[in-house]
């Protein structure tokens, strides 16, 4: 049998006996957990398909192989190592992928939108038009659909370069086109569908214009390596993580409400998985790409001023964010809220997260979802 523990919170998985390992193996599964969250079987190469939920937007794809590389399931603990960017504990192939920083849509159109549930790091800004928009990084999770793709803004590409991500978007505003990315070619590996980045992208025929551009995973490493861009993360700063506390350690409830234009954006905590589920408009919200409900391990809501530029791009209104330097933050994890500041120090430095003592706040391991929103929006939480 495979017997499954956490150490930590952290998912660990041995191998008792060869003969059954050898039946898994055979029947073309692998099990793979991340921290908070159930197992989750999943098929490998060449496998028999299981039955699984077949989201809208993949309807027009020929579905693409996952990535190689040793999976969780089949690692032993010594094999094992924590990734950059959220600090889950997972195979080193993956756990030190290139960060892939993907825009994504949030017109009310648009969702839902795919790929939430795999994602290290969630951003969520405001946007033209009073919308907002999201930018989803990916390392060591996989997703077999994401978008709908939308277009740069320059705080993003700010954020992307934090991590050196490939960044995936459809054009941008001029100032991102022509100014900030770039300035920030050598921080970025740029992926633009509208120029010359076409590489990874499609459109579906069961949503319109401009809101049914996709990618998933698999397609975007193909892509980078066809680009020659490396395949690693390239030896960055990193954010500092520990493991769950004991479960008697944890509040009964919390839960945090974010206003923005689109919608409210909800969180409730669950202390039996030590996350926070996620709802979008009073709604829960569901991954289409594997129909898991949207979680978050760590939820840091950034107070930062947002102002309008209607210079650069005449005919134009453009938000910026002002997301260099430092300002008010709440860093909310495991049925807490840590009032701080978060500070980032130049266009490519790491944003971090302190509390009122100066010291650097260590998030848990797990999805981390940044909200961005202007200084005086009233965020409650009980």
């Known amino acids: 049998m495979i017997e499954r523990y956490l150490a930590g919170r952290r998912p660990v998985v041995i191998a008792v006996s060869l003969i059954v390992v050898v039946a898994v193996a055979a029947a073309g599964l692998l099990i793979v957990a991340r921290p908070g969250g159930a197992a989750e079987a999943s098929a490998t190469p060449g496998a028999t398909p299981t039955a699984a939920v077949s989201p809208t937007p993949s309807d027009s794809l020929t579905p693409l192989p996952s990535p190689s590389g040793t999976p969780v399931g089949s690692a032993t603990?010594?094999?094992l190592v924590y990734s950059d960017l959220d600090g889950v504990l997972t195979s080193a192939d993956l756990a030190h992928r290139l960060p892939m920083a993907i825009m994504v849509d949030d017109n009310i159109v648009a969702r839902p939108q795919s790929g939430f549930s795999s994602a290290s790091i969630v951003y969520q800004a405001p946007a033209d038009g009073g919308e907002d928009r999201y930018m989803l990084v990916f390392q060591e999770g996989t997703a077999t659909d994401i978008g709908p793709v939308r277009s740069a803004r320059p705080y993003f590409v700010l954020w992307a370069a934090e991590y050196k991500a490939l960044f995936g978007h459809y054009g941008g505003d001029a100032k991102s086109l022509q100014q900030v990315i770039p300035a920030n070619i050598k921080n970025i590996y740029n992926m633009d569908d509208l120029n010359g980045g076409s590489c990874p992208y499609h459109r579906?025929?069961?949503?319109?214009?401009?809101?049914?551009?996709?990618?998933?995973?698999?397609?975007?490493?193909?892509?980078?390596?066809?680009?020659?861009?490396?395949?690693?993360?390239?030896?960055?700063p990193v954010r500092t993580f520990r493991d769950d506390s004991p479960l008697s350690q944890r509040p009964a409830t919390q839960s945090i409400s974010i206003p923005y234009h689109t919608g409210t954006i909800g969180y409730k905590f669950d202390p039996a998985t030590d996350s926070?589920?996620?709802?979008?408009?009073?709604?829960?919200?569901?991954?289409?790409?594997?129909?898991?409900?949207?979680?978050?391990?760590?939820?840091?809501?950034?107070?930062q001023a947002l102002s309008y530029d209607s210079v650069s791009e005449p005919g134009h209104n453009r938000p910026v964010v002002a997301n260099v330097g430092s300002g008010k933050a709440v860093v909310f994890l495991e049925g807490h809220a840590i009032v701080g500041t978060w500070k980032k120090t130049s266009t490519t430095a790491l944003t971090r997260f302190y509390d009122s003592s100066g010291?650097?706040?260590q998030l848990v391991r797990g999805e981390i979802f940044i909200q961005s929103v202007p200084i005086g929006t009233a965020v409650t939480y009980k």
Request: charged fraction near 10%.
């Open 276 to 303: 926070y589920l996620r709802s979008v408009g009073g709604h829960l919200q569901t991954d289409p790409a594997n129909g898991q409900q949207v979680k978050a391990r760590n939820v840091i809501v950034l107070f």
């Open 204 to 236: 579906i025929t069961t949503r319109v214009m401009p809101h049914n551009a996709y990618t998933n995973s698999a397609v975007l490493i193909s892509c980078a390596a066809k680009f020659h861009y490396p395949a690693t993360y390239q030896n960055l």
């Open 359 to 361: 010291n650097e706040i």
């Open 77 to 79: 603990p010594a094999d």
